[in-house]
């Protein structure tokens, strides 16, 4: 009979050829038996993804706006988007009254005639980080607009300083867009879609490379006299548009003390988009309005923009009024339908924009 002793030294002697045994086994396998359910590292598996690559993050955002636009007549298979700027003071409530610029400008799509798809098709470029996480919080299309040493945070009071940069640099982003071959519309925040522009833009004949709206409109839509507004045009991705873009541009540091608006008005009445071959078409006012001159048809109306005004506050305000105008109209319009335009036109009237007028008289209170 084996005795005790030597019976532990024979387990003793077993243990230790196991244990040598395993470890050469798992030093002969590519991978440890121990650590085998370890997925390995994908540079490891596969060699061909060690370079890792980096996305560009405006051309993702860009594609994504950039699909099938419908219209009431046709549809755009082309690269073109719907472009607007924000900042905190744009997203934020005035003395923490809602709604927002935003708010209103998003509410137009949603009250307006064929134009909730469209906001598929929006990008909302930010400022700030503000602005940028309300964006995104909102769903919509976003795009943080890096502005190295400049701070757009906050409300820039009509032809201030700060509110000249903000200009310039909306002003070099929309350059960099149409390099990148997109064509797009830019509208201001504060300006409210009622209707669907495809149609009034006639964008699909190839013709027009560029239709901008107008302050004042003369009648004429080839006339260089127009009044300009910068605060909503389609613009063609070409080379003579980027042609234009990069000379206006340039000219900021000719142009001290003006905004991009006033640079371009004067860049076409001195003949520069006829030297580029440009070919311009000003936006009656009838369709694409504004503060400065109302459209005297809301049955035409395509655009109310919050121009010759000079507070967000008054915008707000008064804005908030042209809501309410449209949905009057559309609310008499039901009970007229079976009656002539005529009577339904002359049963409309516009609220006075009262607060925007009054805006240029009263000293701006400063943010909180």
Not at 132 to 149: E, H, M
Not at 231 to 240: D, E, L, P, T, V
Request: aromatic residues 14%; glycine residues 4%; hydrophobic residues 40%.
């Amino acid at each position: 009979m084996v005795s005790t002793k030597n019976f532990t030294n024979y387990l003793a002697i077993l243990s230790l050829f196991l244990i040598g045994f395993l470890f050469l086994r798992t030093r002969n396998l590519q991978e440890p038996i121990l650590f085998s359910f370890q997925k390995r590292p994908a540079s490891l598996s596969n060699p061909s993804n060690t370079t890792t690559i980096t996305k560009d993050e405006l051309e993702e955002v860009l594609s994504r706006a950039a699909t099938t636009t419908a219209t009431t007549t046709t549809t755009a298979t082309d690269k073109t988007v719907i472009i607007t700027i924000v900042n905190k003071a744009y997203v934020e409530p005035y003395n923490y009254r809602y709604p927002t610029m935003l708010d209103l400008f998003l509410e137009g799509f949603w009250v307006g005639e064929e134009t909730r798809s469209l906001l598929d098709h929006v990008l909302v470029v930010a400022m700030d980080q503000t602005a940028y996480d309300r964006c995104k919080f909102q769903r919509l299309n976003c795009y943080r607009l890096v502005t190295d040493g400049l701070d757009f945070t906050e409300e820039k009071l009509y032809m201030s300083k700060d509110f000249i940069k903000m200009m310039w640099t909306r002003t070099s982003f929309l350059l960099d867009v149409l390099k990148r071959g997109y064509n797009f519309i830019f509208t201001d925040t504060d300006v409210i879609w009622l209707r669907n522009p495809f149609p009034r833009l006639r964008i699909f004949n190839n013709t027009d490379d560029l239709q901008i709206s107008t302050d004042a409109f003369n009648g004429n839509p080839r006339s260089e006299k127009n009044f300009i507004n910068t605060g909503f045009y389609y613009i063609r991705a070409n080379n003579k548009t980027i042609s234009l873009f990069n000379i206006w541009y340039a000219t900021r540091e000719y142009s001290k003390g003006m905004k991009e608006q006033d640079v371009l008005a004067n860049l076409i009445r001195r003949g520069v988009t006829k030297e580029l071959g440009l070919k311009v078409r000003f936006l009656d006012t009838l369709y694409f309005s504004g503060f400065c001159r109302d459209s005297k048809d809301v049955k035409s109306v395509v655009t109310v923009h919050a121009n010759c005004c000079r507070s967000i506050s008054a915008k707000v305000t008064d804005l908030s009024a042209v809501i309410k105008d449209w949905k009057r109209f559309n609310k008499l319009s039901r009970f007229v339908a079976s009656i002539s335009s005529n009577v339904t036109k002359r049963g409309f009237r516009w609220s006075r924009h009262g607060a925007c007028f009054n805006s240029w008289r009263q000293p701006i209170p400063k943010l909180p």
